[in-house]
Structures are given as C-alpha cells and as structure tokens.
C-alpha cells in the first residue's frame, strides 16, 4: 500500500523552483542526476472553473440582523503582463479610496467596505469583489451609487493620486525584494509567461512604467456591466436588532 502510494506520489508531474545565491551550473548536476532522472506521467488536462459571461443579480431575506449585504463579482479580460498587473493593484488600491469616501463619509451608509481585485494570470481576466454592509432600505440605493461612481473613476484619478501610489509602490519594493516569497512567487510567474527568470530583473523597472493613462485604462475594468453577479441580503423576517454602527467595531 504504502508502496503504491510512493510510487503515484513519485511519478505526479511535478516542477521544481531552485532558489539560491549560487552559480547554476553547480546544481544542474544535481538537478539532472535526482530530480530529472525520475520518470513522471504525463500532465493531466486540467480545466479551470471560470465565471461565467452575463449579468446576473439576486435578491435573498437570509441576514438575522436588521442590515443588508451587498457583493458583487466581476471579470474583464485582460493579458497578463507584470506592468498591467502593477496598474491594476493601483487602480484596486485608488478604487477603495474612492468608494469608501462616496459611501462612507459622503453618503454615510455604510459599515463596512471591500474591494478586491487581480489581474488572474491563468485566466487572462480581471477579477474582482465588491462587498459592503449598509441599513436594509439602502443597499440598492449604495450600490447604484458604487456603480456610477467606478464608471466615473478613471476620469476622477489624477496625476497626483497616482504619483502616490507610485511612491508607495517603490517604497514597498524595498521590503518585497529580499522576501523569499515574493521572488519564488515571481519566478513562477516567469517561467509560467516567459520561460526563464526575466521578470526577476525587470520587476526593478516597473515603477517607471506606472503611468496615468495606465491605470485609468485598468480602473475602467475593475467593474464590467457585461460580466457581473450581484447579491443583496436583506433582513430575514423577524430579524434581531443589531447595535448601531458607531457601537460596534467598524472595519473599513
């Protein structure tokens, strides 16, 4: 048994990712006589579980306490490139900014907010989720405003906002750059898209290549009509009430 076990463990298709402050040729040897003389079965087709295209919204009475839910999910498709990747993390970052200064402060309707987004190099698209938590009789209401305000964004970004960004950006870099993590995460990435390690030496250009007209292009496919869920939970019936937003622990 443990045998059989050894044997499928052994012979799964595998890639291995050396990392080290030496020459390679001093492990290819090793590499070769270990790793690569092992016999391994061929790679199985693997399909990848894709949001579906379309527009879908839905309406459900599930929340025991007096608040509605809102989360909203979408993709855009989008090339993977180390620069469009760093665009779309500013465009992420200057998007959460803005929403939550429309919603919270401005409109003040919302006790929680959260906008996440990628650029999926597998799935060549733009992910992204929306959630917020508002008063049951105003989350249709917050989440048209959230609409408006993401198909407004890239005309609202300025030189100025991204410029910031940028500077957060390199000043982050100081710290990612001898993270092992980080760089093992990258060199996958590389290989994945290139074949050898270049993204390793060029990630120290890519501040340079942040421009505005860059990431306004990104903030414009953070949210897609064409491609987006939407939920919203409201208060079931009989729903307990719930402590006001300014006695319980916010999180923005």
Same mark, same amino acid.
């Given at each position: 048994?443990?045998?059989?076990?050894w044997q499928?463990?052994? &012979?799964a298709?595998v890639?291995?990712?050396?990392?080290a402050? %030496?020459?390679?040729d /001093?492990?290819?040897?090793l590499?070769?006589?270990? !790793?690569?003389?092992l016999?391994?079965?061929?790679?199985?087709?693997?399909?990848?579980?894709?949001?579906l295209?379309?527009?879908r919204e839905?309406? #459900?009475?599930?929340?025991? %306490?007096?608040?509605?839910?809102v989360r909203a999910w979408s993709y855009?498709?989008q090339?993977?490139t180390?620069q469009?990747?760093?665009?779309?993390?500013i465009?992420?970052?200057?998007a959460?900014?803005?929403?939550k200064?429309s919603l919270?402060?401005?409109? *003040?309707?919302i006790? +929680?907010?959260?906008?996440?987004?990628? !650029?999926?190099?597998?799935a060549?698209?733009? $992910?992204a989720e929306? &959630?917020?938590?508002? &008063?049951? %009789?105003r989350?249709? %209401?917050l989440?048209? +405003?959230a609409?408006? *305000?993401?198909a407004?964004?890239p @005309?609202?970004i300025?030189a100025d906002d #991204?410029e910031?960004? /940028? @500077?957060q950006?390199?000043?982050a $870099?100081q710290?990612?750059?001898?993270d092992?993590t980080?760089?093992q995460?990258?060199?996958?990435?590389s290989? /994945?898209?290139?074949?050898?390690?270049?993204y390793?030496s060029?990630? &120290?250009?890519?501040?340079q290549?942040?421009? !505005?007209?860059?990431v306004?292009?990104?903030v414009s496919k953070?949210?897609n009509p064409?491609?987006?869920?939407l939920?919203?939970?409201l208060?079931?019936?009989?729903?307990e009430?719930?402590?006001?937003a300014?006695?319980?622990d916010v999180?923005l």
């Amino acid at each position: 048994m443990l045998l059989t076990q050894w044997q499928q463990t052994v &012979s799964a298709p595998v890639t291995y990712y050396l990392m080290a402050n %030496e020459p390679a040729d /001093r492990f290819l040897p090793l590499v070769e006589r270990y !790793l690569a003389s092992l016999p391994r079965a061929t790679q199985p087709a693997i399909t990848q579980h894709l949001a579906l295209a379309g527009t879908r919204e839905s309406t #459900v009475a599930l929340n025991i %306490e007096p608040r509605s839910e809102v989360r909203a999910w979408s993709y855009t498709e989008q090339p993977w490139t180390p620069q469009a990747a760093v665009h779309v993390s500013i465009a992420r970052n200057l998007a959460n900014k803005y929403l939550k200064n429309s919603l919270r402060d401005e409109a *003040l309707g919302i006790y +929680r907010m959260r906008l996440d987004s990628e !650029l999926a190099d597998k799935a060549q698209r733009i $992910e992204a989720e929306i &959630s917020f938590t508002a &008063s049951p %009789e105003r989350g249709h %209401e917050l989440w048209q +405003r959230a609409e408006q *305000l993401l198909a407004n964004l890239p @005309q609202r970004i300025t030189a100025d906002d #991204v410029e910031q960004q /940028r @500077q957060q950006f390199i000043r982050a $870099e100081q710290g990612r750059s001898n993270d092992f993590t980080t760089q093992q995460r990258r060199l996958i990435l590389s290989d /994945r898209h290139y074949g050898d390690p270049r993204y390793l030496s060029e990630v &120290s250009n890519l501040a340079q290549a942040v421009t !505005l007209d860059g990431v306004r292009a990104m903030v414009s496919k953070l949210l897609n009509p064409a491609n987006r869920a939407l939920l919203l939970s409201l208060p079931r019936e009989g729903a307990e009430t719930a402590d006001s937003a300014t006695d319980g622990d916010v999180t923005l």
